[in-house]
């Protein structure tokens, strides 16, 4: 066992009275005040997040998008750059290894982001699929944005940055009221979902992804480890006359359940299959090769358990691990909830379950066993919240 890794702003957490807890082999602020106030500033003003856990990897070289169209299930050749799409890292029987977003920087230049549990898992898939495709010559040449040199193919530059989240409606007032922020192009009210700008903080390059976990509009900033407290700082001053607060892990997933995005460990794992978890539309099957290929094709899923949404009345929520009858007494488990909660912004339990396909009609009744007692639930199309603009 090895102690929990901290990120550059771990003294930040601590001067702020923050609760931890070991996520992803990181200790990460779980809650500041409290996971209601957290949730409730996000859907109404904002809320900054920590993600420096989570894992950086820049693609380079004339290879890179042929590399990632076979390391991913995705199609990345065709991405413009400027763009950034979500996309699977699976196994060769079709399992899910990670899921990631792709940032095309330049024409043979790409970020990868990773969560934080898998990095090792993800960088030796990269290493092992790397094998025929083109090594650069020389390090490819430092753009400017995400300021690297890439060593080879594949660099892991996750040590050299921090990367701080601004999630909630008036997201963009606070980021463009930041002191030091400059020349952000385009500009973020030119910016689409899904997509990065490069800027400058205090003289070191800012790379700004308008993308998120919580179901609402916000913006990623990676900067250099070096200046990452000074970004969080100038932040919360930026956003202290809009109602910002600092947010944690709690929040986060409350926020995420409600908008229906899965969890690496929960909702995906190297025993689920993209279309199980809702994701076949992230798979290009018209792709000529990629890892994992074979696999789904071998996969018969006429009974292979789906992810469907669960809503039920009162405030005793399902929990992860809880079991799923289809009726009210006796019986065998038709599944078993992987994300559950009280909703804060919906006001009545939700989850997220795998279920038989017989019972995964939206509508359909199904029964948590919540301690020994059964409690109707509805199953309910994903996602539970959905911003109104």
Do not use: C, M
């Given at each position: 066992m090895t102690d929990p890794r901290t990120t550059p702003l771990h003294e930040r957490h601590h001067e702020l009275g923050a609760s931890f807890t070991d996520f992803g082999g990181w200790l990460m602020p779980v809650r500041y005040s409290s996971d209601l106030a957290e949730h409730h500033a996000v859907r109404r003003a904002a809320g900054l997040f920590d993600i420096s856990h989570m894992a950086e990897f820049i693609v380079a070289g004339p290879d890179a998008a042929a590399f990632l169209d076979f390391a991913l299930a995705g199609a990345i050749s065709p991405m413009k750059v400027g763009r950034a799409k979500y996309s699977l890292v699976l196994a060769e029987?079709?399992?899910?290894?990670?899921?990631?977003?792709?940032?095309?920087?330049?024409?043979?230049?790409?970020?990868?982001?990773?969560?934080?549990?898998?990095?090792?898992?993800?960088?030796?898939?990269?290493?092992?699929?790397?094998?025929?495709?083109?090594?650069?010559?020389?390090?490819?040449?430092?753009?400017?944005?995400?300021?690297?040199?890439?060593?080879?193919?594949?660099?892991?530059?996750?040590?050299?940055?921090?990367?701080?989240?601004?999630?909630?409606?008036?997201?963009?007032?606070?980021?463009?009221?930041?002191?030091?922020?400059?020349?952000?192009?385009?500009?973020?009210?030119?910016?689409?979902?899904?997509?990065?700008?490069?800027?400058?903080?205090?003289?070191?390059?800012?790379?700004?992804?308008?993308?998120?976990?919580?179901?609402?509009?916000?913006?990623?900033?990676?900067?250099?480890?070096?200046?990452?407290?000074?970004?969080?700082?100038?932040?919360?001053?930026?956003?202290?006359?809009?109602?910002?607060?600092?947010?944690?892990?709690?929040?986060?997933?409350?926020?995420?359940l409600e908008a229906g995005m899965p969890l690496y460990g929960h909702e995906l794992s190297l025993d689920t299959v993209?279309?199980?978890?809702?994701?076949?539309?992230?798979?290009?099957?018209?792709?000529?090769?990629?890892?994992?290929?074979?696999?789904?094709?071998?996969?018969?899923?006429?009974?292979?358990?789906?992810?469907?949404?669960?809503?039920?009345?009162?405030?005793?929520?399902?929990?992860?691990?809880?079991?799923?009858?289809?009726?009210?007494?006796?019986?065998?488990?038709?599944?078993?909830?992987?994300s559950g909660a009280l909703s804060p912004t919906l006001g009545h339990p939700i989850a997220m379950a795998y279920v038989v396909p017989r019972v995964a009609h939206p509508d359909t009744t199904l029964y948590i066993d919540v301690r020994g007692t059964r409690i109707p639930a509805t199953v309910t199309a994903l996602p539970f919240y959905r911003r109104s603009n």
């Open positions: 029987s079709g399992g899910i290894v990670d899921d990631v977003i792709v940032y095309r920087l330049a024409d043979e230049r790409f970020l990868v982001i990773a969560n934080a549990g898998n990095r090792d898992a993800v960088a030796a898939a990269f290493d092992e699929r790397s094998e025929g495709f083109a090594v650069p010559e020389a390090p490819a040449e430092d753009t400017g944005v995400v300021p690297v040199h890439a060593s080879g193919l594949v660099t892991d530059v996750t040590d050299e940055f921090a990367l701080l989240a601004v999630q909630g409606p008036i997201a963009r007032t606070v980021v463009e009221a930041t002191d030091g922020i400059t020349g952000i192009t385009p500009a973020l009210a030119d910016l689409g979902y899904y997509a990065w700008a490069a800027g400058e903080f205090r003289g070191v390059p800012l790379f700004v992804a308008r993308t998120g976990y919580t179901g609402e509009d916000g913006f990623e900033l990676l900067v250099p480890i070096s200046h990452a407290q000074t970004l969080w700082d100038a932040l919360l001053i930026a956003g202290q006359p809009h109602e910002l607060v600092p947010a944690g892990l709690a929040s986060r997933d409350t926020l995420r993209p279309a199980q978890a809702g994701l076949g539309r992230v798979v290009a099957l018209n792709k000529d090769d990629f890892v994992g290929r074979s696999g789904l094709a071998s996969v018969v899923a006429v009974d292979a358990p789906v992810l469907v949404g669960l809503a039920s009345e009162g405030k005793r929520a399902g929990r992860a691990g809880y079991a799923l009858y289809d009726t009210a007494d006796g019986g065998e488990p038709v599944g078993e909830i992987t």
